[in-house]
């Protein structure tokens, strides 16, 4: 929704009527009368920005959208399962030892996307920090960044974090990230950098004005990524540094490994696009979206695009035939990411609430659409993908909502479960379960990143059953311990 020929052309001040004129026929003539309440300096910034944009297309993009398509079909697609034959335990094997060698060889970046505006939520500010830490009390980032130092303090390499923002969040995250010396990673490892931003626009596609002046803009979906990574120059940075996969997570999902070598071997050894974890759906209900295979390509199709009828069928086993829930975890290899341009991926729409201002002038809530490109929509570009089977428990409990399911509580008692069932497996004592029901224990990625690991250094470790335990290592930036 940029004109593609130059965005970044400096704006020509346009000849009155011609720009009029073209405002009325794209449908925007309600701009006029409020660029004439604006001073001079207002007026020219308001007028640089609708000049940069693509104004037909805006109302092509929505009149497409309403158009509704063809529903397509969806089978299920080959998948390597959590329930393995020998010979892919075989093959599990090797790609595990492929993806550490990777590791150490430092060819692989993390990748979090953390630009989005968790509406849901309703928080304000990033929500990388937002506290979920169910004993340390510790944000998304700070718990993300303990499985990244981890990870590198494994195999040794300077692995990289590359974290996306958008123009909204983005001084915000640097600060949280500043204020905590980058939480104890090499300053040089880490590159924060904001996604870009599409305007929104009422029901009748008019584009809304916000109170500062300018057009009211939200960030482009997760799908902005690619465009970001160029135009913020992160892939210069990954190609300086010699990395071949990047490991793409969402910042919501404190569950998440970072880098898990298993999947990032299987995805190597078949010279993979993209590739993409999965987890069996629950019920035909839940709301998650599916990894699929439709017109021959892996793709992802939103819950609410598959009909309840075909949510709800089986297999011949009594499985959902269609249960490869996406949780929104890939390896995306560094020439794919390269290839991709941000016009590849279509936008959707996102019908919301949005804060802009009225005939009167003054700000109201505008019943609206936002438009986002989604980063699964990469997907059936990809000539080869490896959709990997992981354990729901281990691996994905995002904060969506303010309470209820998918809510920070819900993550912090997954945290604690998962820690729960290392002790266990350990053979360490556990303290009862506290308020929230869980027994308060945690471990951080600077300790453990998974449950071998953990059983290899809770050798001989003494617990005090009767506080809450958090293992970590020092935590330099906080000045904290391993407390038990
Ligand atoms: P969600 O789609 O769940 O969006 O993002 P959200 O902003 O967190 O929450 P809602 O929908 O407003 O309630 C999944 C992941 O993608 C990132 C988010 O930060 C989160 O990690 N994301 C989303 C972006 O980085 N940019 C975006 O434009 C949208």
Redesign the pocket.
């Known amino acids: 929704m940029t004109r593609r020929s130059s965005p970044s052309r400096s704006p020509r001040r346009p000849r009155a009527k011609p720009f009029a004129e073209r405002l009325e026929a794209a449908g925007q003539g309600h701009l006029l009368a409020h660029l004439e309440t604006l001073g001079p300096p207002a007026r020219k910034a308001l007028l640089a920005e609708i000049e940069a944009l693509d104004l037909g297309e805006i109302r092509d993009a929505l009149s497409r959208m309403q158009e509704g398509a063809k529903p397509p079909t969806f089978e299920p697609p080959e998948v390597f399962p959590l329930r393995r034959t020998a010979e892919q335990e075989a093959l599990a094997r090797a790609a595990r030892e492929a993806g550490e060698a990777l590791l150490r060889a430092g060819k692989v970046a993390f990748l979090t996307?953390?630009?989005?505006?968790?509406?849901?939520?309703r928080w304000e500010g990033p929500?990388g920090c937002l506290p979920v830490g169910p004993v340390s009390g510790r944000t998304l980032f700070e718990i993300h960044a303990g499985k990244i130092a981890g990870t590198r303090r494994r195999y040794g390499g300077s692995l990289p974090w590359y974290v996306?923002t958008?123009p909204a969040n983005h001084e915000a995250t640097v600060r949280a990230f500043e204020e905590k010396s980058c939480f104890g990673l090499p300053k040089e490892d880490v590159r924060i950098f904001p996604?870009g931003t599409v305007p929104a626009v009422d029901l009748e596609g008019r584009l809304l004005l916000a109170a500062s002046g300018g057009l009211v803009r939200s960030?482009?979906?997760?799908g902005?990524l690619f465009g970001a990574l160029r135009s913020q120059s992160i892939l210069e940075d990954a190609r300086r540094r010699g990395v071949e996969h990047l490991s793409y997570f969402?910042?919501?999902n404190p569950l998440i490994p970072v880098a898990d070598p298993l999947f990032l071997g299987l995805h190597a050894l078949r010279r993979a696009d993209m590739s993409a974890k999965f987890v069996a759906k629950r019920d035909p209900a839940e709301k998650v979206g599916l990894l699929v295979l439709t017109g021959g390509r892996v793709g992802c199709v939103e819950y609410s695009d598959l009909p309840p009828a075909v949510a709800a069928e089986r297999d011949g086993e009594g499985r959902l035939r269609l249960r490869f829930g996406n949780i929104?975890c890939h390896a995306i290899s560094f020439p794919f990411a390269a290839s991709i341009s941000p016009d590849d991926l279509p936008f959707h729409r996102a019908e919301k609430a949005i804060r802009a201002l009225g005939p009167d002038g003054r700000e109201v809530l505008v019943h609206g659409v936002k438009f986002?490109r989604f980063i699964f929509d990469a997907l059936p570009r990809a000539r080869e993908v490896v959709l990997l089977e992981v354990e729901r428990e281990e691996e994905f409990s995002p904060v969506?909502n303010a309470s209820g399911e998918n809510s920070p509580a819900t993550a912090a008692a997954a945290m604690a479960a998962q820690a729960a069932r290392w002790f266990a497996k350990a053979g360490l004592p556990l303290p009862p379960p506290g308020p929230a029901g869980f027994p308060p224990v945690e471990v951080s990625g600077r300790f453990a990143l998974d449950e071998a690991e953990f059983l290899e250094r809770a050798a001989g470790l003494e617990i005090d059953p009767r506080k809450p335990v958090f293992l970590d290592e020092e935590a330099p930036w906080s000045g904290s311990r391993s407390r038990s």
């Open positions: 996307v953390a630009g989005g505006q968790a509406t849901r939520l929500k996306m958008s996604q960030p482009d979906g997760h902005g969402q910042v919501d929104a986002e969506k």
